[in-house]
């Protein structure tokens, strides 16, 4: 069974930085085709697509938000990393990590973790 | 830049048929993902790679893809299938994930 669970802070002071941490188990990053991406939603509003980090330890991000994004591999095994640097309020929303799925050109995410809220204000 | 569109509602009554649309220009030249989320949830796969169904979704849940446009397809709606619905895409050509807008369902 392939479980996936997202931590880090709830509040987050403006111009800080935020690192969120992805916990996953029943699937391994060293197979290939195999990913981690983050992803969030702004409160009533949709998903957007943050960053990916894959089997072959490549990363991948979101053009516009790219400056301030860093994924990687955690210390612990079975973890993946996300940095925001100088948060701001609309970056308010829950925060999602996701299994990647490669096949060639494609890629879908399934499953997600249950997701955790941050919110941003001084 | 890709965008996908998908119309912001749809509803339908109870045991009907639902579509849920996903466009851009030429979206029939990529695989598109569809899923489901559920008030308070976290989205859940219901079709990969245009028209694949994961293990554990309803056959009532089918997508198409041609041309300019995707379809999530939902036969005989239940009171349970409401939810928001987003589609998805690989640009692999500039490395991009990317969401449609999101479309809520309705079941009346």
């Known amino acids: 069974q392939v479980t996936l669970r997202e931590s880090g802070p709830a509040l987050v002071r403006p111009t800080q930085t935020l690192t969120l941490t992805c916990s996953f188990s029943?699937?391994?990053?060293?197979?290939?085709?195999?990913?981690v991406s983050w992803i969030r939603q702004p409160p009533g509003k949709a998903l957007e697509w943050l960053a990916l980090?894959?089997?072959?330890?490549?990363?991948y991000y979101n053009t516009s938000l790219r400056a301030r994004l860093t994924i990687s591999k955690g210390t612990a095994k079975d973890q993946v990393v996300l940095t925001v640097t100088n948060i701001d309020p609309v970056d308010t929303g829950t925060y999602y990590c996701?299994?990647?799925?490669?096949?060639?050109?494609?890629?879908?995410?399934?499953?997600w973790g249950q997701g955790t809220l941050v919110t941003v204000s001084s | 830049s890709y965008a996908l569109t998908q119309p912001p509602s749809v509803s339908v009554a109870p045991g009907k048929t639902a579509r849920v649309t996903c466009e851009e220009n030429n979206i029939g030249s990529y695989s598109v993902h569809w899923y489901q989320q559920k008030p308070g949830q976290a989205p859940v796969l219901v079709i990969y790679?245009?028209?694949d169904r994961p293990s554990g979704i309803p056959e009532r849940f089918s997508g198409s893809n041609s041309g300019s446009t995707a379809t999530l397809t939902i036969t005989r709606v239940e009171a349970g299938d409401e939810a928001d619905y987003f589609c998805?895409?690989?640009?692999?050509?500039?490395?991009?994930?990317?969401f449609g807008g999101g479309t809520k369902l309705t079941v009346l």
């Open positions: 029943g699937f391994s990053l060293n197979t290939t085709g195999m990913s």
């Open positions: 998805q895409v690989r640009d692999s050509s500039s490395d991009r994930w990317v």
């Open positions: 790679s245009d028209s």
């Open positions: 980090f894959d089997w072959d330890g490549d990363e």
């Open positions: 996701a299994r990647g799925i490669f096949s060639g050109p494609i890629g879908w995410f399934d499953p």
